[in-house]
């Protein structure tokens, strides 16, 4: 697959993203970006971590941009296919389902934090991230996105920040 997020489903689940995000937090994601392909390119190359599960059961991941894959060590096709509790440990799923739970009450929540593990086993707290419920054409719900440009590595051991710098280049 050359670039899965020029795909129709990409460009479509980009764009149902950044209309929930407008709808929820009156803002848009890429200000200025209203053409399905630039807004699906721009997200994908966006500096910051996007991300989106469906409605199943057990939800599974329908997006990740290009530093989501990066961070958490997966390809598109491998990502796709991850039900999005695994991007946590088993200790703080919990903590995530309470987190959606609210979500899914309140429409959306700013200011999150926690730790996540990527499928090589790092782990890594993320900063201020924001996670919203995602809307269809109707207005049903249809999954929830989430983003945030800051995270720390974690030291193994002991839990703490290994001192590797954070990713994004927005918070260098």
């Given at each position: 697959?050359?670039?899965?997020?020029?795909?129709?489903?990409?460009?479509?689940?980009?764009?149902?993203?950044?209309?929930?995000?407008?709808?929820?937090?009156?803002?848009?994601?890429?200000p200025?970006?209203s053409?399905?392909?630039?807004?699906?390119?721009?997200?994908?190359?966006?500096?910051?971590?996007l991300?989106?599960?469906?409605?199943?059961?057990?939800?599974?991941?329908?997006?990740?941009?290009?530093t989501?894959?990066?961070?958490?060590?997966?390809?598109?096709?491998?990502?796709?296919?991850?039900?999005?509790?695994?991007?946590?440990?088993?200790v703080?799923?919990?903590?995530?389902?309470?987190?959606?739970?609210?979500?899914?009450?309140?429409?959306?929540?700013?200011n999150?934090?926690?730790?996540?593990?990527?499928?090589?086993?790092?782990?890594?707290?993320?900063?201020?991230?924001?996670?919203?419920?995602?809307?269809?054409?109707?207005?049903?719900?249809?999954?929830?996105?989430?983003?945030?440009?800051?995270?720390?590595?974690?030291?193994?051991?002991?839990?703490?920040?290994?001192?590797?710098?954070s990713?994004?280049?927005?918070?260098r």
């Amino acid at each position: 697959m050359n670039d899965p997020w020029c795909s129709l489903g990409a460009v479509e689940q980009a764009v149902r993203i950044a209309r929930s995000h407008r709808h929820w937090l009156g803002r848009d994601l890429l200000p200025g970006v209203s053409d399905p392909q630039a807004l699906a390119a721009g997200l994908a190359a966006a500096p910051f971590v996007l991300v989106s599960h469906g409605t199943e059961s057990d939800p599974v991941l329908n997006y990740g941009n290009r530093t989501a894959l990066a961070l958490w060590e997966l390809s598109w096709p491998e990502f796709t296919r991850t039900p999005s509790r695994l991007t946590a440990e088993p200790v703080a799923r919990e903590e995530r389902a309470r987190l959606l739970e609210e979500v899914t009450r309140n429409g959306y929540i700013a200011n999150y934090a926690g730790v996540r593990i990527s499928s090589t086993g790092r782990r890594f707290r993320i900063h201020q991230a924001l996670v919203w419920n995602l809307l269809d054409d109707a207005g049903a719900h249809a999954g929830q996105a989430a983003m945030f440009g800051r995270w720390d590595f974690l030291d193994v051991a002991s839990g703490a920040p290994d001192g590797g710098p954070s990713l994004s280049p927005l918070h260098r």
